[in-house]
């Protein structure tokens, strides 16, 4: 069974900081693909930052400088660093991993269910 659970979000002020944590079970975390979208109301589900298995980042430009997603191999726990926080960044935060399972040849698609993170103003 693979689980992603999220953990971090919350209410913050414009110009505060989070940090998300994806706590990854059932996969192959080391040869995974994390990321983090989000999705606020009315609009639909974006990526925001993903990282792959060398370390290598992709950012959404919105948060290019702001955000910074990172990995812990060894704890199988993807974070999501947020900083400089504004209003338009409330949405839900969803963790995502393209992996494989142990004995399965392919990968896949998964999810976590979502933390909110409201930002006032």
């Known amino acids: 069974q693979v689980q992603l659970v999220e953990s971090g979000g919350g209410l913050v002020q414009a110009g505060g900081s989070l940090r998300l944590s994806c706590a990854a079970s059932?996969?192959?975390?080391?040869?995974?693909?994390m990321g983090w979208y989000r999705q606020a109301p009315g609009k639909q589900r974006e990526l925001v930052a993903s990282?792959?298995?060398?370390?290598?980042?992709n950012y959404a430009d919105s948060v290019k400088g702001r955000f910074t997603i990172s990995r812990d191999n060894a704890k199988n726990t993807a974070f999501l660093q947020m900083s400089s926080l504004k209003p338009e960044n409330t949405a839900v935060y969803y963790c995502?991993?393209?992996?494989?399972?142990?004995?399965?040849?392919?990968?896949?698609?998964?999810w976590g269910q979502g933390t909110q993170v409201t930002v006032s103003s």
């Open positions: 995502h991993a393209n992996a494989r399972r142990a004995f399965y040849a392919y990968t896949a698609s998964y």
């Open positions: 059932g996969i192959i975390f080391s040869s995974a693909t």
């Open positions: 990282i792959v298995s060398g370390g290598s980042t």
